[in-house]
């Protein structure tokens, strides 16, 4: 399992530097909740602008997803996801009778 850099640095006092990773991966979550990610200076700007950008998560989510490779479990957790889920082989649950 390949662990994905951190997306800030934190020192002592609180305050936190994204790293260019964290800023590649936020940046366009943060934006659409009009949040500049360089106006985040500390772990409690962070923590209020994720409870602020929450409401645009399954956007993001949906945006990031066009990125994903075209692979079978993709296209699975895509469906999952955005609710394009086909009925292929679903059944009406058989009582018995």
């Known amino acids: 399992m ?20 964290g800023v590649q991966e936020l940046r366009q979550y943060f934006a659409k909740a009009g949040i500049n990610i360089t ?5 409690d700007d962070y923590l ?3 409870d602020r950008a929450s ?8 945006d990031r997803a066009k990125q994903w ?13 955005f609710g394009d889920i086909t009925k292929r082989g679903s059944q009406e649950p058989q009582d018995g009778s």
């Open 2 to 21: 390949t662990l994905s850099p951190p997306y800030f640095l934190q020192d002592l006092d609180g305050n936190i530097r994204f790293t260019p990773f």
């Open 39 to 43: 106006d985040i200076k500390t772990y």
């Open 48 to 50: 209020a602008a994720r």
């Open 55 to 62: 409401p645009y998560f399954m956007a993001w989510l949906k």
């Open 69 to 81: 490779p075209e692979h079978s479990e993709y296209q699975l957790l895509k469906n999952t996801l």
